[in-house]
């Protein structure tokens, strides 16, 4: 292939004289690196992927791919600048040859493009944040007022999982000034954004503590009619080179951008070697790369094998799409949510019992304070409904101590919080009530620790009952954004939209929850009633 001339923000070879063609690449060869025209147009900037320096010469770190992608084949590079709208449509016109544009890889851009794999880099959803901010984890946002622009895809999907209030503005600029004025306790944007404005002296001292979440990968694009090249074999072969010796990482270092964890995870994943020091990612016979290695929401039954296979087909020939059989981070946060749910139970269970045994102990007491103080308190729980004692705890006390002395109430202490007490109330009156029956036969009784066993056959079957519908109750959880099953399982359907299966597949496994308890719970009680007798 000719050298041709630099110009712009793209690749292109000379078509005047001779030139020795690459396979599957054209005589003009075109990538396409996003640039930037000048302050006024700060909403078409992403430094520093792609800007212009002092001199207006395009540079950042999507312009030093495309010029390691010139060297390797050997051409020299020509820019062609290209915006959010149009790159893929002058890709596919012929105008350019290849996109390095921030480009997200997505199921509708496969279907008018050819994507190359592996992925070089991903971005996510952060939140901006002033130096005051002391936010620690997504779930302390809930319940605050959070900046955000018009339009953004994860708008929604955000307030839904974390219960954010979302204060909508025009443009980035707005949102930002809001969360300088304090009407915000900061901006959700793309962090690669986020990213440019740390840098930018006008917000010294701002910070995006916050894990992204919602990543997309990005991916280079060539003509629809490359697929299956040499042309995008040898791109595919560039980028699986820059993730091996690290040299994403290292253009990612020299541009200030703050360590990827996509980056780290995949330069791992591609240095991993086979027993036999062969490269652990690595092409199969028919010319796609291993499957663990690729983009996991674009593999078909053929690629993979096992479950993730059976997964695939069945969502395949029937539209059943069960992530939970072929996708493993569903999977894990699905089984994550089963977890976190099993614990809840079994917290709420045995702090309702506790609750409510020394309630109504309390309450039997002859210190009149003692138990006019324990019945009060049981009735009021008894009476408060659960949901409301969480948002109260919450969003009420919990908003004030933090703005007051920076203590945040921990959500998953404050739901075994109140559904204990409120079942703990059911659980007092019953043997309460089983305490008053017992005291027409038996006179003067009253109840104490040490008696409790007495009662136990009278009140066994209102406290079974208490005690399962606790376990029933654990699902109110997700709405303070504790990420119990439902709360997994409305995460999954956010980014799936697979609302039957996973609804139906919540409904089977809580089923199942619920029989388990049963079962333990009536197991229990009869081996403690064969004791009493």
């Known amino acids: ?230 042309f995008e074999k040898m791109l595919g072969d560039i980028v699986a080179d820059w993730h091996r010796s690290g040299f994403l990482q290292e253009r990612e270092k020299a541009w200030g951008i703050a360590p990827s964890k996509f980056l780290a995870d995949t330069h791992a994943l591609w240095q991993k070697e086979e027993g036999d020091k062969t490269p652990f990612c690595h092409r199969m016979p028919e010319g796609s790369w291993r499957a663990e290695c690729r983009n996991q929401v674009f593999l078909t039954s053929t690629d993979v094998g096992g479950l993730a296979q059976l997964g695939l087909w069945l969502n395949e020939t029937t539209g059943i799409n069960l992530t939970l059989v072929y996708d493993s981070f569903d999977r894990s946060q699905f089984f994550y949510g089963l977890v976190v749910t099993l614990v809840l139970t079994v917290l709420c269970i045995t702090c309702s019992l506790l609750l409510g045994w020394a309630g109504a102990v309390f309450a039997e007491s002859r210190i009149s304070l003692l138990s006019v103080t324990a019945r009060l308190l049981g009735t009021t729980g008894r009476m408060t409904p659960p949901l409301l004692c969480m948002y109260l705890l919450l969003f009420g006390i919990g908003a004030i101590l933090s703005e007051s002395v920076g203590i945040a109430l921990p959500a998953f202490g404050v739901v075994v919080f109140c559904l204990s007490v409120y079942t703990g109330a059911g659980v007092m009156t019953a043997l309460l009530d089983a305490a008053t029956a017992y005291r027409l036969q038996h006179g003067e009784f009253r109840l104490r620790f040490a008696n409790t066993s007495q009662i136990a056959r009278l009140a066994s079957g209102s406290v079974t009952a208490s005690l399962i519908n606790v376990s029933k109750a654990t699902m109110m959880a997700s709405a303070v954004a504790v990420p119990e099953l439902l709360s997994a399982t409305t995460s999954i359907i956010n980014e799936r939209g697979n609302v039957g299966v996973m609804m139906n597949a919540l409904l089977l496994t809580f089923l199942l929850i619920i029989f388990a308890v049963v079962r333990v719970i009536r197991q229990l009680e009869q081996k403690i009633l064969a004791r009493v007798a």
């Open 1 to 230: 292939m000719r050298p041709g001339t630099f110009v712009d923000g793209v690749f292109h070879v000379s078509s005047t004289g001779t030139s020795s063609k690459v396979p599957g690449c054209k005589r003009k060869t075109d990538i396409d690196t996003r640039t930037w025209r000048n302050r006024r147009r700060r909403q078409n900037r992403l430094p520093p992927f792609g800007m212009l320096d002092a001199n207006g010469v395009p540079e950042g770190f999507e312009h030093d791919l495309a010029a390691d992608i010139a060297k390797r084949l050997g051409v020299q590079l020509r820019k062609v600048s290209v915006t959010g709208s149009n790159r893929l449509q002058k890709l596919q016109e012929g105008v350019i040859d290849l996109v390095i544009a921030t480009t997200g890889d997505t199921e509708e851009r496969r279907q008018i493009v050819t994507m190359i794999e592996p992925n070089y880099y991903a971005s996510g959803v952060t939140l901006f944040m002033p130096p005051t901010a002391n936010i620690k984890d997504w779930a302390d946002t809930r319940g605050h007022p959070v900046c955000a622009t018009q339009g953004s895809y994860f708008n929604r999907v955000m307030q839904q999982r974390y219960l954010m209030e979302l204060q909508m503005y025009n443009n980035a600029r707005d949102a930002k000034l809001a969360v300088k004025d304090g009407r915000c306790i900061g901006y959700l944007f793309d962090n690669t954004a986020v990213i440019n404005d740390l840098a930018n002296p006008e917000w010294k001292g701002y910070k995006a503590p916050l894990p992204p979440t919602l990543n997309t990968p990005w991916a280079m694009a060539i003509s629809k009619n490359e697929k299956g090249t040499e």
